[in-house]
């Protein structure tokens, strides 16, 4: 926390949230955060946020996930115990593959989501029993909070708060 | 907006259609060759040792017979001590001669179905815009009506060549089509053949493709019309009758669809029969369509005649392009691997001729369909790159060709195959004949549809 005091403007609508966050960036101040009960298309780009890289890890989990299936199915079915597969008992891997690549597939979407996920979560400082850091519940239900640093500028940004349409101002200090 | 096509473009395609045609022509000629003629070429190919190129891999293989389906099960065991034997020795070499009869014919049969079945996957994806009430996509509509103009000239040319084949010709593509094969006091008498001639005679056949090809063009006709009479009107009357007509046409298109390709595909192989067939050409059709879609588009845009065509519209196509490489994929491994795994032979000995006489256009043809789209286009933002989609779209186009190819090549020219003269003058006479018909058909009406009710969500589009 850089900042001890934050102001809280609470919308109870995606549109207008979407525009007041323009109109905040546009007075080029810094939007710490906006917690929101649903995903809001375009939010990220409008608050200037960097783009996601989630894609390249998920590219690079699908690629170990096909690695992990491929060295598995070597070992199981090809090394350890010979397997004799549709009748055309080669007892190679490339010439078997056909009947792998379910698993291949398979595995690679397995790790690609699963570490996708769990990446997600840390990323975002979510884990189990983490206490949650929304600042007010109804965040969770249908409504939209964006938080704003203070740098002695209160009465300004209340105002252009209160323009935006927010539908209750609250200023937090967090110092105690 | 009007669009007029340019004369380049016009004189390009003329000229694409009479180079192809003198080519076609040429191959039908230069492939009559006689009984003593076939029997020097290969006496002399047999002396150097390697023949074609194929030829070499696999060993003493010119008297490799099994590859045309009219004998596929005669030979496993015969070509081995075969040629001493002169009445192996004719056999093989009427069966090489026919094969070369056959070229001409199969090549120009293959580059007719593939621009046909653009226009058809288009059709289809068109008559999908309407159904699902698509919100992006209305502003590249009449492209697409550009494109299914094709599809009634292009489907009676697939169907002219069948039957022309079966009756001109001497069976040329269809083995089914001889009459001796369903004779039962014929040597070429064929008992599973015969078992099929119910659905497999020539006069269902020509019967059958007509209906089709029909249901297909009085849709394309209908949404046509009222396509252009929305421009004009004031209420969305129009626009609901397409949208009824597309969800009607769409039940009639899977099942046609599927029929057509066992009828004008898989039957070249009449032994020869997979249930998931039909859906393994339809996820090539729309590839190829979607493929042209983005082309025709981004060649328009790049003329400024569709400003309101931005980079999320080429986005969504190319998505579909990836889509549906994928899905072609999905359909093409389902179908061979549960033929490899099961291992009857009846069955795979359609993969075993296509891996040992058409290595190369069988595995290239899935780098072509799969690799290289999944790796150029994964990436979102080069969905977004003109260059970069028109680079994936060739390379798709190019190994949806060669698809084809691989379905019936085998059947009918076997292990005699070359991508030659025939193959391509007859591509690049379909290639023009397909550039003149939809270009022509784009400049009679504006480029735009001007009261689809969706336009505005269409011109808004942001992804």
Redesign the interface.
Known sequence: METSKVIHAIYNDDDVLMAAVKSVKAKRHHIEEIYTPFPVHGLDKAMGLAPTRI?IAA?MYGCVGLAVATLMMNFIMIEDWPQN????PSFSYLENM??F??IMFELTVFFAAHLMVITFYLRSRMWPFKKAENPDPRTTDDHFLMEIAVHGNEKELHDLLSETGAVEINVVDNTH | MEYKISNRLRLTAIILMVVGLLGVGYGFITSNKSFAEVETMLANESHHGSGHGEAAAHGEETHQVEAVSHDAHASESAHGEGHEVVDEHTKHVNHVMHAMHNRPWSAFYVAAFFFMMIALGALAFYALQYVSQSGWSPLVLRVMEGITAYLLPGALIVLAIAVASGTIGHYNIFVWMNPDMVDPASADFDKLVAGKKGWLNTWGFAIRGLIFIAGWSLYRHFSRKFSIAQDKANDNKNFKKIFRISAGFLVFFLYTESMMSWDWIMSVDPHWFSTLFGWYVLAGMMVCGITVIAFITLYLKSKGLLPNVNDSHIHDLAKFMFAFSIFWTYLWFSQFMLIWYSNIPEEVTYFVTRIEDYKLPFFGMLAMNFIFPLLLLMNSDYKRVPWFVVMAGVVILGGHYIDIFNMIMPATVGDQWYIGIPEIASLLFFAGLFIFIVFTALTKAPLVQTRNPFIKESEHFHY
């Open positions: 894609a590219f597969i549709g009748g055309k056909p009947a690549v379910p």
